[in-house]
């Protein structure tokens, strides 16, 4: 009996630990990118840690995978993401889709700013203690936000240059 119950723990261990790691991958590659240089396709950044409070829930449509991704390899063209609330740490999910042009050799940064920290980056926008969030995406280059919303309304590029806890996100 004892062998048996050594054994089962080995047979679970030799199956879990693969698994584990897997999900603990933290770069995202959209399949069509296999085999391409990296000039070939675009970069997406996301600022993650396990207090993160927002992350990408799908990628073009469809489930991204488990594991906790910083980096995102994307085909140059449209894409889309839909971003999420951590509703672990306190957000609401309000999920939100971010549609953006990927140039292949570009590296972009998923940025958001809650409605805590943006009182402290513009004065009257999302202070209204809700838990409400907002999410862009910028060229890390250039620092210019890049999104379809942003662009659509004309607001002044989001910069790299912030202040308050939203800076290293």
């Known amino acids: 009996m004892r062998h048996l119950r050594s054994a089962s723990s080995l047979v679970c261990l030799v199956v879990l ?36 409070r927002v992350y990408v829930a799908k990628v073009n449509g469809g489930n991204r995978g488990i594991g906790s991704f910083t980096r ?3 085909l140059p063209g449209r894409n889309t993401l839909l971003v999420t609330g951590n509703s672990h740490s306190g957000m609401h999910p309000d ?37 409400r969030w907002h999410a862009w995406i910028i060229d890390k280059t250039t620092g210019l936000a890049v999104d379809e919303e942003s662009i659509a309304k004309k607001e002044p590029n989001q910069s790299l240059q912030r202040t308050g806890p939203s800076a290293r996100r």
């Open 17 to 52: 630990i693969p698994l584990l790691l897997a999900g603990c991958a933290s770069t995202y590659r959209d399949p069509r990118t296999q085999g391409l240089a990296s000039h070939q396709f675009a970069i997406l950044e996301e600022y993650h840690d396990l207090s993160s």
């Open 95 to 131: 999920p939100k889709e971010l549609a953006f042009l990927a140039e292949a050799g570009r590296v972009y940064r998923l940025k958001y700013e809650t409605s805590r920290s943006a009182s402290l980056l513009k004065p009257g926008t999302w202070n209204d203690g809700s838990g």
């Open 72 to 74: 995102y390899e994307l």
